[in-house]
């Protein structure tokens, strides 16, 4: 029972310790997601993010490629660092509980 | 990693050999023991791979984000994964990481791991060619670096796991594979198995072993 113990708490602690890194990831991450307007024919950029409770837009203009593909590339991987900080979080809220059971 | 090319240069060794070697002791009642995320790629200190990759941008696009040990080897890290790198340590040793920078990382230093690099077994597993460290090297070695746990879980984890493999090497009649690896080790390496053969209470081993030694 020690040996599977130790292993648990040893796989707690990586989770731990990952949970940090997902945490700073999403926080290099540039802000903000882009939301496209056709004006007269034309795209234009805003950047919407959350500002305490509110949305705010702030005009980015007309954007190149390249910039938009950094925009684009952001929300992909913001999307998928919070959905594998969720899984983190599961695996903590598991292993405590696991730890915390008393063995028969 | 197979693509760049790094995986042929790459040894899959601790808990995860133990899974992959359900295959070549499928003839006997092998079990899988606990496997951790944990993943260790053992490589050569001077790589072959000519070339140069960023393997953190390559995992990258998996969601793997990086994380460095204490004290500054490179790891890839997942919900599901955690890759460590590592190269064997020669000389007095020191505390730092050993850089690879044709991989784009410094990997952990850890002693006994050419007894690992120095016999060598390839499987196919589905699209894969990995290379592993042959069972009885990797069966001894765990018995060696057993004296250097210093919490007694995992001293004892080690034992179970090398002195189980042991065994199934002799069930599947490969006495003789143990013997010649065994054979070629200075005789402090010989002498730390032996012992952990006896304060484990394997007998049957100690004495294949010990004898004549």
Redesign the interface.
Known sequence: M??????LS??LQ??L??RK??R??LENLPRGSLVEKNIRGRKYYYLAFRENEKVRFVYKGKLSEVELKRYREAQK?RA??R??YR??NQ?IIFLKKVLRGKTV | MQEAGVLDEAMVIGSWCIYFYRDYFAETDYTSS?R???IDFLLPRHLKFKGEIDLAELF?DL?F???FSPKGAFRL???EL?IDFLVPERGEGDDNPYPLPQLGLNAQKLRFLEILLENPMKIEVDDFTLTLPHPAAFALQKLIISWRRP????K??ER?EGIRILNLLVTKGETNSIINIFDSFPRNWKMSIVRALEASDAMDLFKILSQDK
């Open positions: 020690k040996v599977i113990r130790g292993v040893e796989e990586n989770s310790q990952m890194r997902y700073q990831a991987m998928k660092y959905k594998l899984q983190v695996q | 606990i951790t995320r944990d990258k969601g984000v990086i994380d890290v997942h919900p955690i919490k007694e879980e995992k004892l984890k179970q």
